[in-house]
């Protein structure tokens, strides 16, 4: 069992890094901007449970051969921004939907689930984050090393999901204010849209493994 002492310095840091907005946070933004604090909230939650897969991988020794392998990570990478663009684009192109539809309603919950997971799996700084940072929270003597690493990872998810659902609310709530006026709305969320291929673009150009 990892000592109460390196859980509870585990927690601090990661609440430090949490609460600064990344790529994950703008992401979440982005759709609740577009499509309302319901888009938000489930795309929090498929974002989520897309990272589970780079935290096993990393718990059990795969994740340091991504993280040190250029082309797995510009591949991964590049894949990420692709589809954050992808996502951008349809939104300015059906910013005018929400106008006509209930708010936050166009998307079925699957899909919003299946959008947010594809953009958490795809995001190769969640590796290389958890390679980075949790180890350097493990102590060999205290039993096994993937249980421990497993059970930082969790609490990491569990912080980050709260985190960002408090942000995919506000952000939710605001275009539910703005959605008064149709041509408000409608400029909200092309500016959703711009956010996430601007998302994207930064991801496919910053990051890159030499």
């Given at each position: 069992?990892?000592?109460?002492?390196?859980?509870?310095?585990?927690?601090?840091?990661?609440?430090?890094?949490?609460?600064?907005?990344?790529?994950?946070?703008?992401?979440?933004?982005?759709?609740?901007?577009?499509?309302?604090?319901?888009?938000?909230?489930?795309?929090?939650?498929?974002?989520?449970?897309?990272?589970?897969?780079?935290?096993?991988?990393?718990?059990?020794?795969?994740?340091?051969?991504?993280?040190?392998?250029?082309?797995?990570?510009?591949?991964?990478?590049?894949?990420?921004?692709?589809?954050?663009?992808?996502?951008?684009?349809?939104?300015?192109?059906?910013?005018?939907?929400?106008?006509?539809?209930?708010?936050?309603?166009?998307?079925?919950t699957r899909t919003l689930l299946a959008e947010g997971f594809v953009v958490g799996v795809t995001?190769?700084?969640?590796?290389?984050?958890?390679?980075?940072?949790?180890?350097?929270?493990?102590?060999?003597?205290?039993?096994?090393?993937?249980?421990?690493?497993?059970?930082?990872?969790?609490?990491?998810?569990?912080?980050?999901?709260?985190?960002?659902?408090?942000?995919?609310?506000?952000?939710?709530?605001?275009?539910?204010?703005?959605?008064?006026?149709?041509?408000?709305?409608?400029?909200?969320?092309?500016?959703?849209?711009?956010?996430?291929?601007?998302?994207?673009?930064?991801?496919?150009?910053?990051?890159?493994?030499?």
């Amino acid at each position: 069992m990892i000592p109460i002492e390196n859980l509870a310095a585990f927690g601090v840091a990661a609440i430090a890094i949490i609460v600064i907005p990344g790529p994950s946070v703008l992401f979440v933004i982005g759709r609740s901007i577009a499509l309302g604090r319901r888009a938000g909230v489930l795309s929090v939650v498929g974002n989520a449970v897309g990272t589970v897969p780079a935290l096993l991988a990393v718990a059990f020794g795969v994740g340091a051969v991504v993280a040190s392998s250029a082309v797995a990570f510009t591949v991964i990478k590049l894949a990420g921004a692709a589809y954050l663009v992808w996502l951008g684009v349809q939104a300015i192109r059906h910013r005018g939907a929400p106008a006509r539809a209930p708010l936050g309603r166009r998307s079925s919950t699957r899909t919003l689930l299946a959008e947010g997971f594809v953009v958490g799996v795809t995001n190769p700084k969640t590796i290389a984050f958890f390679v980075a940072v949790l180890p350097q929270f493990v102590d060999p003597g205290a039993g096994a090393v993937w249980a421990q690493l497993l059970l930082l990872g969790v609490v990491f998810e569990a912080l980050a999901l709260l985190s960002d659902s408090i942000w995919a609310l506000a952000a939710g709530t605001a275009r539910t204010w703005f959605a008064r006026s149709p041509r408000r709305v409608s400029a909200l969320s092309g500016a959703g849209g711009v956010l996430m291929i601007g998302l994207g673009g930064a991801l496919a150009l910053t990051g890159s493994k030499s």
